[in-house]
């Protein structure tokens, strides 16, 4: 494979779908006609009938190149795996993938519950597309990964749902494809085996082999891929590297404007009457929310371990047990705090209207950008649940400096809480190292 | 080195989808062998069972026509007659419904894995002969009791009950697709093999139907299976007329034409599902 070759060239690759019965103006004998058309597809001329899961994408892959492709629910991610690997085919346009092709699109493919653990193995194997004899040479390996060994032969239904995943992913791992295309169910599983994963993936790009790797996940393709591109409504509003993609896709999914000027750098202030909501926000209770020192003075810069307050203008609030919650996020949409009203230990005498005042004592956050999501809902019932009324995302930014908290050094924004400590070297005697004293 | 190149679009134009089987058969093999081991290992009576569904319809069918109505049968004991019928008819009905249903219950392997799709039908296929050879041994057993004993003749009885799985296979094609789209079909077709049971000499002599509706009742393939299956155990004359090379015609371009229905058609299941 000459390198200059692309591995991967998609044309104009477009899949749609027939939904029919759409509008719902439609009359009776119209509602029929939907239904027929949905069963004979040559019935069915007009373009409103179709939903576009794909629409004339294109775009092309090197070998050696780990792209990841990024979209929120129903961008059409899963829709392109699922034609690159053969399992539904487009509804026009081509791709052309040079090399054999492995695709992981669910953990467990083709596990039976009734079968053993060895029989699985090599079911899952043959249907990913390995030879027999392969995996039998491999299955040691398999086995030892896993970690299950006293359990290969019985059946997957009695494993445990940590061992059934293990073996799961011991067989995918030993999947050698040109192109490999993964379904973000490989970026769960302990830590463990991410790291391992995650190295299997570098080393597979290293050998001038090619990663297609879809997620929604912002850090997992910030760390593994080297380009990528997202997906809105199933056409790529964005191709380039993946550290771009990433501040892309975060801005536009995430509502994070990170163009500073139209969110200004001094703001305290925000309101939230239009500010884009979460789950379409079945009310409007969040009004506005503003950020202040400790003694009330506003402002969005602060140092660790001082005290930030939240005050929140809400009205329309007249159900029992509300809460408020206040989410700090860092730069990859990755939540840093959890801070909720009920948190509170004490009574809060709500009002229908009016301001309620968050105190966050001692910030423990690292030196970064943070933005603020705010959350306000209705808890209790039988189980004691939370349910979301009225969430804004992206409601409000502040900027956060270690000043002196902590030295600066070997701290980043989205490496955990920041904690005081205190370090002395202590005289070298084995004896005491032993005893523990 | 030689690079495999793959290129996905819409598929246009017909194909039989066969040479993609030989590349696969490891697969087929293993999907075939996971059912048969899967299903037996269910029931700790798997292979009682096999025998004993077939058996207790026998039963029934022997008390009802063999002794209430005394159905002509031409002198051969009703229940090694009706048996030696019933077996290919059981074969019939068990693979038309595994294979046309074979789509819609492999929905949580189509939708996650390329593999080429003719290989579940097939693995429905070879599982319905395996299931078959218990009932196949109960009726040589039934008929060792009734004096008749296996010659070499009897071996006939493998590529008739093949043939009768071929069939079945054909025409589960047509509906295998259809069958995820369409959940009515599955009742539909209940019916219509209750109908082809009476429209098959099984329960009842072939004799019994008038001279002049004779032709168009030998059209059935599965006539033939079974008045030749009655020859090869009972020795009981059967007379190779026209129709039988018209059922062979038959038989043979509803196989081809499943397989191309099924090829043109199996792309879209994954969509409805």
Redesign the interface.
Known sequence: MSSNQSSVVVEGLSKRYLVPHRSESLSKMGKVAAHMREFFPFLSREDSDFFWALRDLSFEVKPGEILGILGHNGSGKSTLLKILSGVTQPSFGKAILRGKVGSLLEVGTGFHPDLTGRENVFMSGVLLGLKRQDIAAKFDEIVDFSGIEAFIDVPVKRYSSGMYVRLAYAVASMLSADILILDEVMAVGDAAFREKSKENIEKIANDGRTVLFVSHNARAVTSMCTTGMILEAGQCIYQGSAKDAVATYLRKVHHYDTDEALRNEAATFHDLDNAPRLLGGQKRVLRWVSTHRKDGTPSNRFNTGESLLVRIGYQGLKIPNPYFAVLIMNEFAERVATIHSTHHAGHIDWTESGVIECCIEDLRLGEGTYRIMLDFGIYGGSRMAVTSLDCVPNAAAIHIELSGFITGMGIDAYQGAVHKSAWRPLPYQELDIKSGN | ?T?????????QGLGFGLAEILKWR??LL?LAQ?QI??RY??MLLGFFWAALEPLGQLVMLTLVFGFLLKVDTGGYPYPLYAFAGLTAWWLFTRNLMSVAGSLQENMG???????PRLILPLAATIKELFDITVMVAMLLIVAAIYGYFPGLRTLLILPLLIFAAVISLGLGLWLASFMV??RDIRPMLNLGLQAGMYATPIVYSASLVPERFQFAYQLNPMYWVVELSRWALLDKPVQITAPFYWSLVFSLLLLASGLLVFAATE??A??VQ
């Open positions: 080195m690079t495999e190149i793959r290129v996905i679009e819409k598929q490891e697969l293993m996971r081991s899967s290992r269910q392997l189509i939708s996650k894995v390329y593999f789209r369409f792309k879209m994954v969509d």
